[in-house]
């Protein structure tokens, strides 16, 4: 393979000669104030720029030479102009010193960019030995690489600029503008680390294959990180079989398809064999696995049709070798079955007990430190510390209220209300909806991005919206970008919170309060996509018709949005299941409940349900008896339905008084008990009055099995409700 396969670095291209003359330019242009030896942080022009802790030390460059001066005014420069992070001056001292000291050793150093970071903090560490006696803490040593690492990425990134932005092993959009971008990135701030990635073929291939699909549109950079991690996989794949050629194997498709079973196969005991920092012993998801065959499927599709450009753009002839059996070696039956991977999941929906209890203790979220509120844990009452996080805690009840992803939430605009054309707001009953909500749509592309909300949802904008002034010192007119920007490295307010510092608050707050459900199982904050699962059952369940439900989920067909009421189905069955069904009798239906929900389903058999019961009559037969349902022994009926039962009893017995009294008085005679109205009517009465005594014999929560009136009176009885042979009433 051609030394081309990676980019030369801006210290091996640029000779030590050009560097006065890159460093020039670094610097053309800039406020003297950034021109140096010495930065004083008292100085207006830097105001912010220094760490509050530091404000008191000069920053002396006066031991280094020309060009790293300007280097790091331009740092200094650049951080005064993103914001994005602060300079410890005391920090960079060292670093002055341990420059000068590599300066004196190594004479061809005559910039930052000529060493790497590595033997940068053999340096530093050798000098703070040398001057302390002793090693630095872990923590110190980490607080200088970070110090140095944020110049030198970016120092890098300049030096080198005319390198195509693909080629670098760093890819970060903060670094580099010419990665294409959206106007609304959720994950703005993750670099994407190439260079652990072998063999190198695999890595160049993939940054290059990559460069097609962001250039054209295909994929965004927020899918760029979850293509490195499926790329890591298969890098571990090809080595472990010392695979050394993009072509895989040599020979029949065949033997490409068998190198791809062995893939799949190889994921599924990725985590046992390549745990890592995972837990040992786990393995993927279904759906993981699914994405990971797909990621390399599209890719040696790409490559194989742009076999000659990436030949050329990587300088390896070995990608020509490419055919068309490698666009096909991966099938679709490869992949775990998508009816598989979307079965409703009840863990993602969070009952009225459990949000409730959320709820009410969300405020400990966003209260200071210093104060405490009391609750009870272990049946004992304790004070918990707050956890500082407010911003956190109204993103999150944004999130239970309106049901938003939690990226649509933290990217929202600074200001995103808007009235309701004609709408009368001071007429609006408690609980309506009163303004438009904007998020940002980053997931579909056309989707709609707004919705309804009430007051309670704009009292928290509001309350946001006042914190950011107060905590980015603006004025009544003054904004920032977003209602929740990140409040470190972020002096402008240009940067948004991602979702990745979002769940681990979240994450850590939950254990901090450690709150909970019925099972005794945490309930983790961090788990926000459940909020949207929720919302949506509980549209749902209100009755709220789908289309209705999917545009207010910002869905472009209704498909994904029956997932949410599969939920719905799968918790509605479940209830169903555990309410014992009681016959004519008063005993309960001996036949399978899961049988019994099959004949009455609401999308299948609308005719079955019945407004006191249900008729278990087989979908194939049709009733002939009209509505003597409570004298028919394919009737059956629950808890639900006692309420309804008890008044149809009390009718039908003012039915049979009132019957009986206008028989009176036309015949002059009572009515006699072999009438064939009043036996019909006296048969549905006992059987009523059976079944109101069975169901009230347990509590209104039971899910126990219940007997029907007169069953435990009876010698002999077996309960056989739950066995084969048993036949009902």
């Keep these: 393979m051609s030394d081309h396969s990676r980019p030369p670095t801006a210290a091996k291209d640029g000779a030590a000669s050009d560097r006065w003359a890159q460093s020039a330019a670094l610097v053309d242009g800039l406020d003297p104030a950034f021109a140096g030896p010495l930065f004083d942080p008292r100085d207006e022009r830097l105001a912010g720029v220094f760490m509050r802790g530091s404000r008191q030390v000069r920053l002396d460059l006066t031991a280094l030479p020309e060009v790293m001066r300007r280097e790091v005014g331009w740092w200094l420069a650049t951080c005064t102009r993103t914001g994005e992070r602060q300079i410890h001056a005391s920090e960079w001292n060292r670093w002055a010193t341990t420059a000068a000291a590599v300066i004196a050793r190594q004479r061809h150093v005559t910039s930052f960019a000529d060493l790497p970071l590595t033997e940068w903090m053999v340096a530093w560490a050798r000098a703070f030995h040398a001057d302390r006696d002793r090693m630095p803490a872990p923590g110190h040593r980490l607080r200088a690489e970070h110090a140095l690492r944020g110049m030198l990425e970016r120092l890098l990134r300049q030096y080198s600029s005319e390198i195509d932005w693909w080629r670098h092993d760093i890819w970060s959009l903060r670094l580099d503008p010419r990665i294409p971008r959206r106007e609304h990135e959720p994950r703005a701030n993750t670099a994407v680390r190439w260079a652990d990635i072998t063999p190198a073929w695999l890595r160049e291939g993939t940054k290059f294959y990559l460069r097609l699909q962001m250039e054209s549109g295909q994929l965004t950079w927020s899918t760029v990180m979850q293509h490195r991690v499926n790329t890591a996989r298969f890098a571990a794949f090809v080595t472990e079989r010392g695979i050394d050629h993009p072509a895989l194997a040599a020979g029949s498709e065949q033997s490409l398809r068998s190198l791809a079973l062995e893939f799949g196969t190889f994921l599924h005991h990725w985590r046992r064999e390549h745990s890592g920092r995972r837990k040992v012993g786990g393995s993927l998801q279904a759906r993981t696995i699914n994405k990971n065959l797909q990621t390399i499927d599209l890719f040696y599709r790409v490559m194989a049709d742009c076999r000659a450009e990436a030949a050329e753009a990587l300088d390896d002839a070995r990608w020509l070798e490419l055919t068309d059996s490698h666009a096909r070696m991966f099938r679709p039956a490869d992949r775990p079955r998508q009816r598989e991977l979307r079965e409703a999941d009840e863990r993602n929906y969070i009952n009225d007990t459990d949000l409730s209890s959320m709820l009410t203790h969300i405020e400990i979220l966003g209260l200071p430190a210093e104060q405490t509120r009391a609750l009870v844990r272990n049946a004992c009452q304790v004070e918990l510390a707050g956890f500082g996080q407010p911003a956190v805690m109204r993103a999150w009840l944004i999130q239970a209220l309106t049901g938003r992803r939690a990226s649509e939430v933290l990217l929202m605009d600074f200001e995103p209300l808007s009235d309701i054309p004609g709408l009368d707001t001071a007429a609006v009953p408690e609980g309506g909806m009163v303004a438009r909500l904007r998020y940002q749509q980053t997931k579909i592309d056309g989707a709609p991005n707004t919705i309804l909300v009430g007051r309670d949802v704009v009292e928290i904008v509001r309350e946001q919206q006042a914190w950011v002034r107060e905590h980015w010192n603006l004025g009544p007119a003054d904004v920032v970008r977003y209602l929740f ?165 009390a009718e039908t017995q003012a039915l049979v008084a009132s019957r009986q009294a206008r028989h009176a008085e036309r015949y002059g005679e009572p009515m006699s008990a072999a009438n064939v109205w009043l036996e019909q009517r006296d048969a549905e009465i006992r059987s009523m009055q059976l079944e109101i005594t069975a169901l009230e014999a347990h509590p209104a929560d039971s899910t126990a099995v219940v007997r029907g009136a007169g069953v435990l009176g009876r010698t002999g009885y077996q309960n056989t409700a739950n066995t084969p042979d048993h036949k009902g009433t």
Aim: proline content about 4%; hydrophobic content about 30%.
């Design 485 to 649: 920007p990140k409040t470190t490295g972020n002096r402008h307010g240009t940067k948004s919170w991602e979702t990745s510092n979002y769940n681990r608050v979240l994450k850590q707050f939950s254990h901090h309060l450690d709150l909970r459900d019925s099972r005794g199982e945490l309930l983790l904050y961090s788990r926000s996509h459940r909020l949207r699962h929720t919302k949506a059952t509980t549209l749902i369940n209100a009755g709220a018709p789908i289309h209705v439900v999917q545009r207010y989920l910002g869905h472009l067909s209704p498909e994904m949005t029956m997932r949410y009421a599969a939920t719905l189905a799968s918790t509605a069955e479940r209830e169903f299941l555990a309410l014992a069904k009681i016959g004519r009798d008063g005993r309960e239906i001996g036949m399978d409940r899961r049988d019994m929900l099959d004949l009455v389903q609401l999308d299948r058999r609308t005719d079955r349900i019945l407004p006191n019961g249900y008729c278990l009559l087989p979908p194939t037969r049709s009733c002939d008896k009209g509505n003597a349902c409570h004298g028919c022994d394919h009737f059956a009926t629950d808890r639900t339905f006692l309420p309804d039962i008890q008044r149809q009893l």
